[in-house]
T-cell receptor, first 115, second 114 residues
Framework: AQKITQTQPGMFVQEKEAVTLDCTYD???????LFWYKQPSSGEMIFLIY??????QNATEGRYSLNFQKARKSANLVISASQLGDSAMYFC????????????FGKGTRLHILP | DSGVTQTPKHLITATGQRVTLRCSPR?????VYWYQQSLDQGLQFLIQ???????AKGNILERFSAQQFPDLHSELNLSSLELGDSALYFC?????????????FGDGTRLSIL
């Protein structure tokens, strides 16, 4: 079974609108971390935001926020006031405390911001 | 700029050859990770080193090997290269190995096998 599921292969959003990228995860661990990364067409992987399993508040970093619903095992990324430069591939990822230290990535969502 | 440096940025070689990819982690980071990104397999974890010692192994082929040196830089060696090894290879680093440590990625080495 997939550990990280991103159900939206591609999304088109109008500039300045907010966008939500979906991510669900599967783990039996109590301790884990959730991450979002952005990969522009140039190829680099950019760390955006982190949410720990024990964090009671949703993480925020500038225009990025993480809508964390632990019971649903959901960790959606919200980008407010989208910009043309937000067009990229977005990956949700998880690290489990009781496994080895690898990050497991979802297959990604390609986001297109329309002018 | 993530602070993680990977060289070279591009590598073109032929089947059967051997190449070495190099990674310098962010200053202060002790953990180094290697990932392979291909169109069909997505992002796959290969191997992790922590302070010079192998910590975790993922889907790394026997033809591939890695090491982390005392100055904490790491090298990924790929031998007997096949067409299917063409991919983007990322190095990432983190301060420690904990689950709450974000990994910061280099810009990757794009390997093309002809």
């Amino acid at each position: 079974a997939q550990k990280i599921t991103q159900t939206q292969p591609g999304m088109f959003v109008q500039e300045k609108e907010a966008v939500t990228l979906d991510c669900t995860y599967d783990t039996s661990d109590q301790s884990y971390g959730l991450f979002w990364y952005k990969q522009p067409s140039s190829g680099e992987m950019i760390f955006l935001i982190y949410q720990g399993s024990y964090d009671e508040q949703n993480a925020t970093e500038g225009r990025y926020s993480l809508n964390f619903q632990k019971a649903r095992k959901s960790a959606n990324l919200v980008i407010s006031a989208s910009q043309l430069g937000d067009s990229a591939m977005y990956f949700c990822a998880m690290r489990e405390a009781n496994r080895d230290d690898k990050i497991i990535f979802g297959k990604g969502t390609r986001l297109h911001i329309l002018p | 700029d993530s602070g993680v440096t990977q060289t070279p940025k591009h590598l073109i070689t032929a089947t059967g050859q051997r190449v070495t990819l190099r990674c310098s982690p962010r200053s202060g980071d002790l953990s180094v990770y290697w990932y392979q990104q291909s169109l069909d397999q997505g992002l796959q974890f290969l191997i992790q080193y922590y302070n010079g010692e192998e910590r975790a192994k993922g889907n790394i082929l026997e033809r591939f090997s890695a090491q982390q040196f005392p100055d904490l830089h790491s090298e990924l060696n790929l031998s007997s290269l096949e067409l299917g090894d063409s991919a983007l290879y990322f190095c990432a680093s983190s301060l420690g190995g904990g689950y709450n440590q974000p990994q910061h990625f280099g810009d990757g080495t794009r390997l093309s096998i002809l």
